[in-house]
């Protein structure tokens, strides 16, 4: 079985550009978190999206945004890139958008540079 | 003051020795803990969820204590491959699934 994806799995970008990170949930997940993690923090929440609504927003600004497609897939969309945007975006599926103990599984990660 | 509260690190130990981390979260409304495994440059992984009764799971074992607002992992007869950093997680469950990660302790099991 596949696990999360991610891609791309690296990108390079500039300052004032805009940026679409895209993942696919394991199948039959209907619940996709969007998580930032800067070199040595752990992972900040961004979004949750549960049946394509969105669930959950995290202390981030307007510049972030994220929708979820009829098959559960979602891109997280980032405009405006600062240089501190530069992190490891994770992407993070799970069965359920709540519960007890509803473990989240994690793709490999984007890691974006803001050149 | 961040939710999540973690050791600074690093934990350089020796094969065979028994390590503990920390953990404190600052949200009294926090229902479900966990701690993940982190290996450089990966995404994290879930090692065990943790239990008000406290579990344990093979070396690992976790402890909560939701009066003092703490958690723990204790890893026995450390190996080589437990150099990781581990993540304290926190979840409050209102509707979604936000969790909470700590910064992360930094372990290295030395030969």
Redesign the interface.
């Known amino acids: 079985d596949a696990g999360v994806t991610q891609s791309p799995t690296h990108l390079i970008k500039t300052r004032g550009q805009q940026v679409t990170l895209r993942c696919s949930p394991i199948s039959g997940h209907k619940?996709v978190?969007w998580?930032q993690q800067v070199l040595?923090?752990?992972?900040?929440?961004i979004f949750?999206y549960?049946e394509k609504e969105e669930?959950?927003r995290?202390n981030f600004p307007d510049r972030f945004s994220a929708r979820q497609f009829p098959n559960y897939s979602s891109e997280l969309n980032v405009n405006a890139l600062l240089l501190g945007d530069s992190a490891l975006y994770?992407c993070?599926s799970?069965l359920?958008?709540?519960?007890?103990?509803?473990?989240?599984?994690?793709?490999?990660?984007t890691r974006l540079t803001v050149v | 003051r961040k939710e999540?509260e973690q050791d600074p690190g690093p934990f350089n130990v020796p094969e065979g020795a028994t390590v503990a981390f920390n953990c404190t979260y600052s949200n009294s409304a926090s229902?479900?803990f966990f701690w993940y495994r982190q290996d450089c440059r990966?995404?994290?992984?879930?090692l065990m969820?943790v239990y008000s009764s406290g579990n344990e799971d093979g070396r690992f074992t976790a402890q909560l204590n939701r009066a003092s607002q703490y958690i723990s992992l204790l890893i026995r007869d450390s190996k080589l491959s437990d150099s990781a950093t581990y993540?304290c997680v926190v979840?409050k469950?209102?509707?979604?699934?936000?969790?909470?990660?700590?910064?992360?302790t930094r372990l290295t099991v030395k030969p």
Do not use: C, H, W
């Not at chain 2, 469950?93 to 992360?104: K, P, T, W, Y």
């Open positions: 619940s978190s998580y040595g923090q752990g992972p900040q929440f949750q549960y669930r959950g995290g994770l993070a799970s359920e958008a709540m519960g007890r103990n509803t473990e989240a599984f994690f793709g490999q990660g | 999540v229902q479900s990966k995404e994290p992984k879930l969820s993540l979840n469950i209102s509707n979604n699934n936000d969790m909470r990660f700590g910064a992360g």
